[in-house]
């Protein structure tokens, strides 16, 4: 056994330049000296203040912009600075992709942890929608019964039915975790709607069980919401292995 093992003394790994940037960024934002609207210094300005090459900085904005933690600043002086966003949504949604992806999670695992967040969420919209979110819903399963629609329109629909619950629920992360995911399975849902044989019977069937949710959410019935919204996304899922 070597020494380093012997004494719990682990060698420190060598960061590349774009990494020691990134992270000073990162303590800007947790230190809350970066929020979301201010602009980080332009390239050259960055450099300087942290004594590292412009490709190193430009490699970290590349690789912050592709998170879509900032938005990238273009041409020259003052107005050149990439932008912090002050929406983290996209930032999460992507990790959350790569990481069910690389990580191979099996479809139960993804499903249960939708089955509890949205258990969660049409709960507490039981609870605290008013009736201008009842009507916004209502305006959504409308919009979903449209025979124009094709099944990605549907699906963009759908996702902002579940993201509007959330967002009901008085929990601002939760409607953020709910957009997060969906974004996240996005193709693997219009997968199961391309495998199917007439989409639009299974989108009909969906839009009937997202009204009888509507109708549990406004009449304040939680248990009802919940029992509902769990048979809605078990019976999607069973779609997609038929």
């Known amino acids: 056994m070597s020494e380093t093992a012997d004494n719990g ?4 790994r060598r960061l590349r ?6 992270a000073q960024i990162e ?6 000296r970066l929020s979301p ?14 004594g590292v090459s412009r490709a190193g900085v430009r490699e970290a904005l590349r690789v912050l912009e592709a998170l879509g933690v900032v938005s990238a600043g273009v041409g020259s002086g003052p107005a050149s600075g990439s932008v912090v966003r002050g929406e983290g ?6 990790l959350l992709r790569l990481h069910l992806a690389l990580s191979r999670f099996t479809q139960r695992e993804v499903m249960e942890v939708r089955v509890q967040l949205e258990r969660w969420a049409v709960a507490e919209a039981a609870v605290h929608a008013g009736a201008e979110d ?13 025979r124009e629609i094709g099944y990605e329109q549907f699906n963009e629909l759908d996702t902002g039915f579940h993201v509007s619950v959330a967002e009901m629920s008085g929990n601002a992360l939760l409607g953020t975790l709910m957009r997060a995911l969906r974004d996240a399975v996005r193709r693997e849902m219009l997968a199961v ?11 009909d069937a969906l839009a009937d069980q997202h009204h009888a949710i509507v109708d549990a959410i406004e009449a304040r019935d939680s248990a009802g919401a919940t029992a509902l919204v769990e048979r809605h996304i078990a019976t999607f899922y069973a779609n997609r292995e038929n």
């Open 37 to 50: 609207g201010d602009r980080l210094p332009g390239e050259r300005e960055l450099a300087e203040y942290l």
């Open 27 to 32: 303590q800007q934002i947790l230190d809350g």
């Open 193 to 203: 709607f391309e495998s199917l044989s007439d989409w639009r019977v299974t989108a």
């Open 134 to 146: 009842i009507a916004r819903l209502r305006a959504v399963v409308l919009a979903m019964r449209q």
């Open 89 to 94: 949504t996209e930032a999460l949604a992507n």
């Open 9 to 12: 003394w682990q060698p420190v």
């Open 17 to 22: 330049t774009h990494e020691h940037v990134l």
